[in-house]
């Protein structure tokens, strides 16, 4: 090979190393499309975390009651989980107190039962002593009332505080070595930095990984001026 050769093949491989050494720096894509990795492994996955406002879950009878009879949620806007939506449909949730929120958000698609998810300090201000749950587990848990535009309910059961949990698909649980129902930490850097422990693994193979916590944990740990947030195996 010519020098001239030589030095077009040592420029080549120059270039190549350095793209590389970029594309890991910035976890983009290898050529390939294979991921960037360090030391031979995957780069960690990206971390989401959204914070669950007040909303509820109805059944469609209970839809029909609120609304009218037929009446279809619509679908405003959709959430991170491919299958779910935040309706443009409302409701006033009613506690003991006869205090009221109004503009409760529906989020959709109907389930098979219905539940009304507070923090703690919407709890308080309604007079509800409500319960730490996962989601769906809402026997022996306080009531409400639901009014919408066509009508009005009694809940029996159904109002919790949502566990704070993470939802994952099967590459990520095996990344964090975790599994269906285990628990993990996250740590918060910000100018509030904390460590929120216990948070339930929930998995499902079409799953995206992201995390939900209520909106006095996000304002406890200064969620919105977060640096960074860490997920570790508890």
């Known amino acids: 090979m010519s020098a001239t050769g030589t030095a077009t093949a040592n420029r080549d491989q120059i270039e190549s190393l350095v793209r590389s050494i970029i594309l890991k720096s910035l976890g983009a894509a290898a050529p390939g499309g294979a991921p960037a990795a360090g030391n031979g492994e995957a780069g ?3 971390v989401v975390v959204n914070i669950s406002a007040r909303h509820c879950h109805l059944t469609q009878d209970d ?10 949620l619509t679908p405003m806007k959709r959430l991170y989980q491919d299958t779910d939506f935040a309706a443009e449909e409302t409701v006033a949730v009613v506690g003991p107190r006869q205090r009221m929120i109004p ?16 923090a703690f300090t919407d709890a308080i201000s309604l007079g509800i002593d409500v319960p730490v749950r996962l989601s769906g587990d809402i026997e022996e848990t306080p009531g409400c009332l639901l ?4 009508g ?3 809940m029996p059961r159904g109002v919790i505080r949502a566990e ?3 939802h994952m698909g099967p590459r990520d649980a095996e990344y964090y070595g975790v599994k269906h129902l285990d628990r993990m930490n996250m740590r918060i ?3 509030c930095p904390s460590t929120l422990e216990g948070l339930l693994v929930r998995t499902h193979p079409d799953w995206k990984l992201e995390v939900h916590i209520d909106t006095d944990e ?5 969620l919105a001026h977060a640096a960074n947030v860490i997920l570790s195996k508890a």
């Open 218 to 222: 996000a304002n406890a740990c200064d």
């Open 152 to 154: 009005s309910l009694v």
């Open 164 to 166: 704070r949990h993470v």
């Open 103 to 118: 503009g409760v958000r529906i989020l959709g698609p109907c389930r098979k039962f219905s539940q009304v998810e507070l």
């Open 147 to 150: 009014i919408g535009p066509k």
């Open 44 to 46: 960690p996955p990206k």
């Open 189 to 191: 850097e910000s100018p």
């Open 63 to 72: 839809v029909d009651v609120l609304f009218g009879k037929g009446h279809q």
